[in-house]
């Protein structure tokens, strides 16, 4: 089955159609916030952000949810999640529109400063939390051969959402600074942020309260209790998971993989920051690393297409290894050279490759883990995700320089690649190659089973 045609296939659901459009609308909305936090913490006149800074700012916006995510991940099989998503996109809309009101009156110290992180840091954490809840309820949006496919477009137009949403942020931001001055303008597009929250609540709004599950038979399960039946029903979660060693498997690497794409955008923010131009002048930084976005976000959009071509010709198992091999090897061409179109370009490759690894590992963890426990375990996933995020900006702190580019680092980088493809290939062999192969049939049927 060809791509077209598989999309095609999952397209004639119409709650895949609205999931994919709420997960667009969503992702845009805070792609557009996740511009005005940045172009206002890291990119004003009067800020000289180093790894400290971006690490400190990873923490604010990622940490929390790693903290809370094992006590509200129970609630992803107890609640309707559709209800998570819509309350979540009102909640972030709000949010949105009291940082825009701070920002604008220019009211940003003492108890208003308090407020303003307060805002960024529940915004940030509650996207999360909606995201676990999306993936969770997923498969009940296609047919569970058709998981590899769905899989592969709907994390995707994450990305694809927040290339949109940054891009509107980007050109609000530079489009009315100097009609309205710096603060002013990234006030406006938090206001933008709000209007797509709006938008991605109105398209929630149109699914049933049980379309996304959990099933029915689990939301008639008490409430969580206390945090003692809280922890015993993430222990239970544990358990299962355990039962599952491809999904473990795919998860560690899922979370080191994070951590080196963290590690480049650290880089990446730096060298815009402090070596590319002078850092009295952050416009220019800013407009380099939307440069920098614009390239990467293509390789993650890029990456729902190709999976599906490799797995159909070498299978899920194989084209993930593979992919973490091609992250090996482009992260040696940066060390060759880190001329700023190098950069980009090698950028560009490592999104991809980075991202279609994600889709595999969003496959094997959909087909491996029950329903029952899936809420928890992408909030496990989602904890793993943001929290080897958050690490890349401490460990870049240790070992990336001012200006952020460093040989030595890159070819750290591309050795842990290399490892990781290793643990990969080996686990494949251990486990069987159908273990990793499982909810593709739907691309692989009409082809030939990849040899071993």
Not at 52 to 70: E, K, R, S, Y
Not at 84 to 102: G, K, W
Request: glycine fraction near 10%; aromatic fraction near 8%.
């Amino acid at each position: 089955m060809g791509v077209v045609s598989a999309v095609r296939r999952l397209w004639k659901h119409a709650p895949f159609r609205r999931l994919l459009t709420l997960r667009i609308l969503s992702q845009a909305a805070d792609g557009t916030l996740q511009v005005g936090m940045a172009s206002y913490i890291l990119f004003s006149p009067q800020t000289q952000p180093d790894a400290w800074a971006i690490a400190g700012v990873l923490a604010l916006t990622l940490l929390p949810f790693t903290v809370v995510g094992p006590f509200v991940a129970p609630l992803l099989d107890r609640w309707s999640r559709r209800n998570i998503a819509l309350y979540s996109d009102i909640a972030r809309c709000v949010l949105a529109l009291i940082i825009a009101v701070i920002i604008f009156s220019g009211a940003t110290t003492g108890l208003w400063a308090f407020v303003l992180y307060g805002a960024l840091l529940v915004a940030m954490s509650i996207n999360r939390f909606m995201l676990a809840g999306l993936s969770a309820g997923l498969q009940h949006t296609v047919d569970r051969e058709e998981f590899l496919t769905a899989s592969s477009i709907v994390p995707t137009v994450g990305p694809l959402g927040v290339v949109l949403g940054a891009a509107i942020g980007f050109v609000v931001r530079f489009g009315f600074a100097d009609l309205l001055g710096v603060d002013r303008a990234n006030s406006l597009v938090f206001v933008i942020a709000a209007a797509g929250f709006v938008g991605s609540v109105l398209i929630c709004r149109g699914f049933p309260r049980d379309a996304l599950g959990p099933d029915a038979m689990e939301t008639s399960d008490a409430e969580p209790g206390g945090a003692r039946e809280v922890l015993r029903g993430l222990a239970e979660a544990g358990r299962h998971l355990r039962t599952r060693p491809a999904a473990v498997v795919a998860l560690a690497l899922m979370a080191v993989t994070r951590l080196l794409f963290g590690l480049l955008s650290v880089a990446v923010i730096l060298a815009a920051r402090h070596l590319w131009h002078p850092v009295s002048d952050p416009d220019a930084a800013l407009a380099d690393l939307s440069i920098w976005g614009v390239a990467t976000g293509a390789g993650f959009i890029l990456a729902a297409p190709l999976v599906p071509l490799l797995t159909r010709r070498f299978g899920l198992g194989r084209s993930a290894v593979g992919l973490l091999v091609g992250g090996a090897v482009v992260s040696l061409a940066i060390v060759v050279s880190s001329a700023k179109p190098v950069l980009f370009v090698a950028s560009f490759l490592i999104g991809l490759a980075v991202q279609s690894f994600k889709i595999c590992v969003d496959t094997i963890v959909q087909a491996s883990i029950d329903d029952r426990y899936k809420g928890r375990v992408f909030t496990f996933y989602d904890m793993s995700f943001n929290g080897a995020f958050v690490l890349a900006g401490v460990v870049a702190a240790f070992v990336l320089p001012a200006e952020g580019l460093s040989v030595a680092a890159f070819v750290g980088i591309a050795v842990a690649y290399a490892v990781c493809a290793a643990v990969m290939g080996g686990a494949r062999r251990r486990l069987g190659a159908e273990t990793f192969e499982r909810g593709t049939e739907s691309l692989t049927s009409r082809a030939e089973a990849p040899a071993d």
